[in-house]
């Protein structure tokens, strides 16, 4: 089966840098993705790492390390609207298996 | 292009009784996924459903069964409610040849309370 860890909450202020971290077990890696979700709302895609290293869209980056099964989330130049809850989620032995979530992170920004 | 839609986007139910949800995928998308995300918690998966077939199926019980339609629309069904059903459900679209990403693709989904 997967399970992944990551931290029940993140507090930052405005403008500042957030990293939350992700850590996997699971028994086949697809790679690890993304999500992020306004109270309520629907979870939309973030980001997607399929290989080591960071991929950058925008404010957001991501890092994958498959060696350590660990990943993280990297937020900068923080703005009001990014608080919501962030997921990480892996897909197991192969392409087109269901995506597994985390707990997710809860992110505030203040002011 | 619409989105994910799900319907009923609310309701209430009591123990004991059975519901339905709904879901139409997003245009173009052949996947459908369900899950239950409970107050806190994070998306756990329910099942998948690709050519009218449950192709995947996470740790539910059998109260729980789905159904997927020639449309690719796809319904949900839980038997028996209980109270630690009540949950907000989640549908989800993607393309079965999307590859590695295979980006979800959420509707806002149906908020169940069982009393």
């Known amino acids: 089966g997967q399970s992944l860890e990551q931290p029940s909450e993140v507090t930052a202020v405005e403008g500042a840098i957030v990293q939350i971290n992700c850590t996997y077990q699971t028994s086949g890696f697809y790679g690890l993705s993304w999500y992020q979700q306004h109270d309520g709302g629907a979870p939309t895609f973030l980001s997607y790492n399929a290989l080591d290293g960071l991929e950058e869209t925008g404010r957001f980056s991501s890092f994958l390390s498959r060696s350590d099964s660990y990943g993280y989330l990297l937020l900068q130049e923080l703005q009001m609207k990014d608080s919501a809850s962030y997921f990480c989620?892996?897909?197991?032995?192969?392409?087109?298996?269901?995506?597994?979530f985390g707990k997710g992170t809860t992110l505030s920004v203040s002011s | 292009d619409a989105g994910v839609t799900q319907s009923p986007t609310h309701l209430i139910k009591t123990r004991g009784q059975q519901v339905t949800l709904r879901c139409s995928p997003k245009s173009g998308h052949d996947t459908v996924s369900w899950y239950q995300q409970a107050l806190g918690q994070g998306p756990q998966f329910i099942f998948q459903?690709?050519?009218?077939?449950?192709?995947q199926r996470g740790n539910f019980p059998d109260r729980f069964s789905g159904h997927q339609f020639p449309n690719y629309s796809s319904e949900l069904n839980v038997n028996a409610l209980l109270l630690g059903d009540s949950a907000l459900y989640l549908c989800?679209?993607?393309?079965?040849?999307?590859?590695?990403?295979?980006?979800?693709?959420f509707g806002e989904g149906s908020r169940l309370t069982v009393l």
């Open positions: 459903y690709y050519e009218e077939e449950e192709r």
């Open positions: 989800a679209s993607s393309l079965a040849s999307g590859g590695g990403i295979g980006e979800l693709f």
């Open positions: 989620a892996v897909r197991g032995w192969q392409a087109g298996t269901a995506l597994i």
